[in-house]
């Protein structure tokens, strides 16, 4: 998988798909010929995402309902790209959630277990499914969608923040674990990203990363020469807001 021309063909699940990072990876993927099976809770985001315009050549996209955090629906989407597209290439576990703002005295225990089941469990059941589906290819990729606050926590986040250093360290086990079975395995780590995720007041957010930003990050990985593994990358805003 070293160039955009070899994407073409190339069958990819998309995790949290239907908006934000997730859609512009999906998008990215379809244009560059890749068949791409996107996932998310919401089946009205989901039949939204069927209306993306087709460019020619595209690759063809399915959409499942699934709630990552489920092991049963996360193994559901894995299996859903085997049967419509024959198989699996490429993994990008993207599907995210944050509670902000709260301390972690005050957090309520289902706020708490959202997030990890999503962001970090989500992972493990998709990873799960998928490597299995990856070796019968005799190789693959999976990209995990972590953040920078997996490196750098900060009040107010400690379940955002514990879930992405989980999926950081995750990440680098299962690497060491399928690497010689050329499946890669990698971490995009981004900074603020110009998305509906943290839903603030309106302000400015020009300075922010673009959802395209960080696609372009996730192709750039997926065009390396098979011998070269760039396992984690931080993307940043390069001029972030002043505080
Ligand atoms: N935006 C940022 O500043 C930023 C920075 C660093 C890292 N990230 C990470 O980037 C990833 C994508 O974030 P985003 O900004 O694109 O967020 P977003 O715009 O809120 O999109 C999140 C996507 O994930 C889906 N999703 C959420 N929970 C899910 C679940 N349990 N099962 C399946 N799908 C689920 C959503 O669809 P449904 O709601 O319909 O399920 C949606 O498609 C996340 O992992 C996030 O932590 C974001």
């Known amino acids: 998988m070293a160039s955009s021309s070899q994407l073409a063909g190339r069958v990819a699940v998309?995790?949290?798909g239907s908006r934000g990072i997730g859609a512009a990876v999906a998008s990215a993927l379809l244009a560059l010929g890749s068949d791409v099976v996107i996932c998310g809770r919401s089946a009205a985001a989901l039949?939204?995402?069927c209306g993306w315009p087709e460019a020619a050549g595209a690759g063809r996209l399915e959409t499942v309902e699934a709630d990552v955090g489920d092991a049963g629906q996360a193994q559901r989407?894995?299996?859903r790209a085997v049967e419509r597209?024959?198989?699996?290439d490429i993994l990008v576990n993207n599907a995210g959630v944050g509670r902000f703002g709260e301390d972690l005295a005050a957090q309520s225990i289902a706020d708490w277990r959202t997030?990890?089941?999503t962001n970090l469990n989500g992972v493990?059941?998709?990873c799960r499914a998928a490597v299995p589906a990856l070796r019968r290819r005799g190789g693959g990729w999976i990209i995990n969608v972590s953040s920078l606050a997996g490196?750098?926590?900060f009040a107010g986040a400690a379940a955002y923040c514990a879930s992405k250093a989980a999926v950081n360290a995750l990440s680098a086990a299962l690497m060491q674990e399928v690497r010689h079975e050329a499946i890669r395995v990698s971490c995009v780590a981004p900074g603020s990203v110009d998305t509906r995720f943290s839903t603030g007041p309106a302000a400015d957010t020009s300075w922010k990363l673009t959802a395209d930003d960080v696609a372009q990050a996730v192709v750039d990985l997926l065009r390396h020469e098979p011998r070269s593994l760039p396992s984690y990358l931080e993307i940043r805003p390069a001029r972030p807001r002043r505080k």
């Open 14 to 16: 998309v995790t949290g």
């Open 47 to 49: 039949a939204q995402a």
């Open 77 to 79: 989407v894995i299996d």
């Open 85 to 88: 597209f024959g198989g699996l």
């Open 115 to 117: 997030v990890i089941d």
């Open 124 to 126: 493990f059941y998709c």
């Open 151 to 153: 490196s750098h926590p």
